[in-house]
């Protein structure tokens, strides 16, 4: 009895996850009618509907959304403790998935696992370039990398770089028509390349600080971006003044195809930290992971 609940309920999590008895069965490796006769028959067995299911879609009932709640975390913990055991090895192997904003992975990331991943094969990573406030359990992945302020008080946080700043940017010939602008407030006057990001809300508004006082400035412009590479690409047209981090631009200013301003008013964020759940066994890959990434500074 407990081997066909036991099969059953995972059966129910995969449908109850995805929200999707096509996606679940692609991911069983079941046909979706047999999905079906198996969830229809634990409901049998509860005497209570666990999905509700339209044409369109399908979602867990109160008592659905109580057991995906209180059972699902224990399959997790199960898997992970299975997982860890079979990469008890001499080479650690598995597959890491994270959850990271693009200069994230551009700055910090890729640089660790360039070192790392030729000296272990058997390890591979996944990484997702997520502006969201993802939440890593839920979806699944093993690690995410936001700014410290960012992370949620429940995790695990390691630091992973240090102190970072912003740059106002412009090409000099952008500034061939225009002054240079003195105070953050003066950037409404100026046509400037927007950013969108979901934790924002939309359209970020580019932050300052001097001396303690803190602005948030909305600007406007004809562009908007939702990654690092089109702002560069268009700041360094010409376009309207850019706010990007300090080390994807500090190249550019050096041989004078950007100049930089309001440099006084671009005070230093804290630096990224990877995050993650607590875990009494985390496996040797991910640990490995962890380590090549802490910042030593």
């Avoid at 995906?68 to 224990?74: A, D, I, N, S, W």
């Avoid at 041989?255 to 875990?279: E, M």
């Amino acid at each position: 009895m407990l081997g066909k609940n036991t099969s059953d309920l995972l059966a129910f999590l995969a449908v109850a996850r995805e929200r999707s008895f096509t996606r679940a069965a692609a991911q069983l490796g079941v046909s979706q009618s047999a999905l079906s006769h198996t969830i229809r028959g634990l409901e049998e067995r509860l005497g209570m509907r666990l999905l509700t299911r339209t044409t369109r879609s399908v979602a867990p009932t109160e008592a659905g959304e109580r057991l995906l709640r209180t059972v699902g975390p224990k399959f997790e913990e199960i898997d992970s403790e299975l997982t860890a055991l079979t990469e008890l090895r001499e080479k650690p192997a598995g597959t890491i998935r994270i959850t990271a904003g693009e200069h994230a992975a551009q700055a910090i990331l890729w640089p660790a696992l360039a070192t790392l991943l030729p000296r272990y094969p058997d390890i591979k990573v996944e990484i997702m370039i997520d502006y969201g406030l993802t939440d890593i359990v839920a979806e699944r992945y093993d690690a995410g990398v936001r700014l410290g302020e960012q992370v949620a008080k429940d995790m695990i946080a390691v630091r992973i770089g240090p102190d970072f700043c912003m740059a106002v940017v412009g090409a000099p010939s952008y500034f061939e028509a225009k002054p240079k602008p003195k105070k953050p407030q003066d950037l409404t006057a100026y046509d400037c390349i927007n950013i969108r990001l979901p934790t924002y809300g939309g359209i970020y508004a580019w932050e300052f600080e001097k001396r303690g006082r803190e602005l948030r400035v909305r600007v406007d412009g004809q562009l908007v971006f939702n990654n690092i590479a089109l702002r560069l690409d268009a700041v360094l047209a010409g376009l309207g003044l850019a706010y990007l981090p300090e080390d994807q631009v500090e190249p550019y200013v050096a041989d004078g195809r950007l100049i930089r301003v309001l440099k006084d008013w671009c005070a230093p964020f804290p630096g990224y930290h990877l995050y993650f759940p607590s875990r009494r066994q985390p496996a040797p890959a991910f640990s490995l992971l962890v380590d090549a990434l802490r910042y030593r500074g």
